[in-house]
C-alpha cells in the first residue's frame, strides 16, 4: 500500500486534521441544533428519525460516486468547491421555515460530507511514511471527535440561549475550514495534481481493486453494518430519553452525548497504541468485532440509570470501546486497499455502514409511536449484543481464511506497511471521525 516516499508532511496533516475538526463540528452542531429544535416543538420520532434519514441517505446513495470522484479529481478542487457549497447550503437552512425545506437542505448538507469524508481520509496516508501513519491517524481522528465532542455542547448551549439561528450561522462558517485547508495543504491526490507527493511506480489509472475480492474486508464491513444496524435506533431514541424519560436540560443533553465522544477520543489514542502489536489482520477484525460488543453492553446497561447525569460514565466508557472499534477497523482499510483506490474504499465501508444505520433510524421512528424511550434503550443494547454474536462465527472463518495481505490488486510502490506498525485510525460519531468511520454505536 502507497505512502509518501520521502518525509512525512506534518504541515499538511495538521492542516488537515484542523479542517476535520472545525467542519465535523459544524457537522454536528447543525445535527445536534435540528434535533432539539423539533424535541422541543413537540415533533415525534418520526421527525427526528426522518431528519436523521436525511442526513445519512446521501452518504449511502452517492458512495459509488463520491468514491470515484475523491480518486480521481483533483483533492483541492473537491475540498474548496464543497466547503463553499455547504457553507452556503447551511446559511440557506438557518433561514429555512418550512420542515420539508429543512429536509431537502440537511441532505444537501450532507451531499457535501459526502464527498469530503472519503476525500480526507484517503488524502492523510499520502502524507506521511508507513511508520507515521498511527500517529497520523489518531491525530486525525481525535480532530474529528473532538468537533463531534463540541458539535452538541455548542447546541445546547446556543439554542438554550439564543434559539436556532445563531447555532445554525456558527456552523456556515465552520465550512470555511475546508476551503482553508484545500487552498493550503500541498499533498494533493486525484486527478493530475501536481503538488501531490510523487510515489515510484505510480499508475495514471486506479489499480483493479474491488472490495469483493478481498474475504476479509467483506466481513468486515459487513459484521460493522450488521451491528450498526441493530443498535442504531438509539440515535433517534436518545433525545427523548435524555430530555423527556429523564427530564433533562438542553445543556445536560449536550452534556451527555458528548460523554460518549469524549471516550471516543480517549479510545482512539489508547488503542492506537495497542494496534502496533496487533501484526495480523484476522486478529485486528475480531479485536473489533469484541469492542462493538462492548460498546452494545453499555448501551444496555444505560437502560437502568435513573438520571441523566449517571449516563456520562457509562457512556464515556462505551465510547472508548467504540474509538478502539474505528481505529482498528480503519487501520484494517489502510492496511489492504491500493493507495489509488482508498477514496472508494472508505466511501463504500462509510455507505454500508450508514445504510445499516438507516434501518435503525427508521425502526426508531416508528418504535418510538408505540414504545417508551427507556425500555427501547434496553432493546438496543439487546439487539446490538445478539447482532455480535450472530456475525462472530463467520467472520472468526473469514479471518482464519485470510492471507496477512490483501492481493485484490497491484501495489502502487514498494512501500508496504511493515509488520508490528501497522497505521491506526477514523472513529465513528453520527457521520465521521478519524480517518472514514461512521456514526457511533449508541
Given at each position: 500500500m502507497s505512502f509518501t516516499p520521502g518525509p512525512s508532511r506534518w504541515p499538511d496533516v495538521w492542516l488537515a486534521t484542523a479542517a476535520r475538526g472545525v467542519s465535523t463540528?459544524?457537522?454536528?452542531?447543525?445535527?445536534?441544533?435540528?434535533?432539539?429544535?423539533?424535541q422541543s416543538a413537540g415533533a415525534g420520532g418520526f421527525a427526528v428519525s426522518g431528519l436523521l434519514l436525511a442526513a445519512t441517505l446521501p452518504l449511502v446513495a452517492l458512495a459509488p460516486l463520491t468514491g470515484r470522484l475523491a480518486d480521481r479529481v483533483d483533492s483541492r478542487v473537491l475540498l474548496v468547491a464543497a466547503g463553499l457549497a455547504q457553507t452556503?447550503?447551511?446559511?440557506?437552512l438557518a433561514h429555512a421555515g418550512h420542515p420539508g425545506l429543512v429536509i431537502v437542505l440537511v441532505g444537501l448538507l450532507a451531499t457535501g460530507l459526502a464527498l469530503t469524508q472519503p476525500v480526507l481520509s484517503a488524502l492523510v496516508p499520502a502524507m506521511?511514511?508507513?511508520?507515521?501513519?498511527?500517529?497520523?491517524?489518531?491525530?486525525n481522528q481525535s480532530a474529528g471527535t473532538l468537533g463531534m465532542l463540541a458539535g452538541p455542547a455548542l447546541a445546547g448551549l446556543l439554542v438554550g440561549g439564543f434559539g436556532t439561528r445563531l447555532p445554525l450561522l456558527v456552523a456556515a462558517g465552520t465550512y470555511l475550514a475546508l476551503v482553508a485547508a484545500g487552498l493550503l495543504i500541498r499533498t494533493r491526490r486525484g486527478g493530475r495534481g501536481p503538488a501531490r507527493p510523487a510515489v515510484a511506480g505510480d499508475a495514471a489509472a486506479p489499480p483493479a481493486w474491488r472490495l469483493r475480492h478481498d474475504p476479509l474486508l467483506v466481513a468486515m464491513v459487513a459484521s460493522v453494518a450488521g451491528v450498526f444496524g441493530a443498535?442504531?435506533?438509539?440515535?433517534?431514541?436518545?433525545?427523548?430519553?435524555?430530555?423527556?424519560t429523564l427530564g433533562s436540560s438542553t445543556t445536560v443533553y449536550g452534556l451527555v452525548t458528548g460523554a460518549w465522544?469524549?471516550?471516543?477520543?480517549?479510545?482512539a489514542w489508547l488503542f492506537a497504541r495497542v494496534v502496533r502489536r496487533l501484526d495480523r489482520d484476522g486478529t485486528l477484525v475480531?479485536?473489533?468485532?469484541?469492542?462493538l460488543g462492548a460498546c452494545c453492553l453499555m448501551v444496555l446497561a444505560s437502560a437502568a440509570v435513573p438520571t441523566a447525569l449517571l449516563l456520562v460514565p457509562i457512556w464515556l466508557t462505551g465510547g472508548v470501546f467504540n474509538g478502539g472499534s474505528n481505529v482498528f477497523n480503519n487501520v484494517l482499510l489502510a492496511r489492504r486497499v491500493p493507495e489509488a483506490a482508498r477514496g472508494r474504499a472508505f466511501a463504500s465501508f462509510g455507505a454500508a455502514v450508514q445504510g445499516a444505520a438507516m434501518v435503525g433510524f427508521l425502526a426508531?421512528?416508528?418504535?418510538l409511536e408505540a414504545v417508551e424511550p427507556r425500555p427501547l434503550v434496553a432493546g438496543c443494547g439487546l439487539a446490538g449484543l445478539l447482532a455480535v454474536a450472530a456475525v462472530s462465527?463467520?467472520?472468526?472463518?473469514?479471518?482464519r481464511a485470510a492471507p496477512a495481505r490483501a492481493v485484490a490488486g497491484p501495489p502502487t510502490d514498494t512501500h508496504e506497511v511493515p509488520a508490528g506498525a501497522a497505521p491506526a485510525s477514523d472513529a465513528p460519531a453520527r457521520a465521521d471521525a478519524g480517518l472514514a468511520t461512521p456514526a457511533p454505536a449508541r
Open positions: 463540528c459544524g457537522d454536528f452542531l447543525a445535527a445536534s441544533t435540528l434535533t432539539l429544535a423539533l452556503g447550503v447551511c446559511l440557506a506521511v511514511r508507513a511508520e507515521d501513519l498511527p500517529r497520523a491517524s489518531a491525530l443498535v442504531g435506533a438509539i440515535n433517534v431514541i436518545e433525545v427523548f430519553f435524555i430530555r423527556e465522544t469524549l471516550g471516543v477520543l480517549a479510545g475480531r479485536a473489533s468485532l469484541a469492542l426508531g421512528g416508528l418504535l462465527l463467520p467472520l472468526r472463518r473469514a479471518a
